[in-house]
């Protein structure tokens, strides 16, 4: 905030489109548009510095209003100062606050009930727009309803809030998915997904939509939601490259979930009910293999959403699959199923495989006390001899130590576990994992079935 403090609230930023937009024609007759700011907490400069860039802009006949949704922030200067602020706008920026915290999904469909627009533009609170950026995305509603058109993100720096364009110029992206729900990027032609913060879409199509699925809590994997919904249902999303939007990148999530506190994170939640509902049986499972501890967990009433699905006749996610996020077979083949997930554990002692805080490229992993609470210690052991955690995969590290690793495409490792003495060997290299029983050494000795501290179980824990 130090830092945005000190920059003006009307700066210039750079023009970063390629040279063609600033040649195009677009129609005259476009839909209106209403901009909708969702903030928690967020700083005041950077809040302020989003509206003012909205409304500089934007041609002053399409730009219906900004509205401003304040989800039950407690920051002082977000109260009085706030509303005294946007006094300057004339009316042209309405300010909503709840009466107490919805989260920022249940904040944005309520945005979109309270705008007039033809279309809704939703931006994070922490943007600026560049050059001419809302017309490229009313263009193409215009031009078919049921699109949702994407803005191309430019990176600001939180540090010194340095603007830069993230993407490659002149390649462009789309927003795709690995199984874990994990959200990722690849280069052109249609969008399957988007990255959830930043689109324009016409609001009656929106509301018949359903908006978002009011079941989904706080934020996290309504981009997906929404994503599904549209494509399976008969819409479309592009990506706009004329249109350039700068977004603060933070190393931090000052978004929190307030007082919801359930056994298993929020956004798994979400991803849960996103799965059920959209994704065909056999896709869920490649999900349930990523994230093997929350199988089961109650994600609440999804029966409006199948009801939305049959009512729409929605294609199938395997159409989806097959003709929209074409490239996620390859990028991230379904993985294979797990031969056993949970912790690594001695067979005669309760020390595990710890991940000890190191990620992939870091140092090596180790061993300490199993603690059955997953995080560090839950991995993944797949039929072809893949051992994964998270996202990431557990190899080899120097000549004989352990580490977290980038994951090949191809689902596959080297190693074998061996059921029956419980050896976890390293392919045919003749070495095998062994846990030292203090020191939290975990390395690749010489395979030796006798010895006690070679022989793992791969046990299930219960995090719920
Ligand atoms: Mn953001």
Redesign the pocket.
Known sequence: MVASDKISLTRNIPDTRLDECKYWHYPEDLPTASVIIVFHNEGFSTLLRTVHSVIKTSPYRLLKEVVLVDDFSDKIDLKGRLDKYIEQFNGLVKLYRNPERLGLIGTRSKGATLATGDVIVFL?A?CECGKNWLVPLLARIRQNRTTMAVPTIDGIDWNDFHYSPVYNKHSHYRGIFEWGFLYKESEVPKAPTHAG?LFAIDRNYFIELGMYDPGLQIWGGENFELSFKIWQCGGSIVWVPCSRVG??Y?NHMPYGFGKINPKIPVILINYMRVVEVWLDPEFRDYFYTREPTIRGYPIGNISEQLAFKERNKCKSFKWYMDNIAIEVYQMFPPPPPNIGWGEIKLRTESICWDARGESAGGGPIGSSSCHHMGGGQLFRFNKRGQIGYGERCIDKYGSNQISIHYCPVDPSGRWIFEEKTGLIKYGESGLCARAERVGGKLSLESCDPSDRYQSFEIKNIKIW
């Open positions: 994070d922490h913060g977004h603060v933070r």
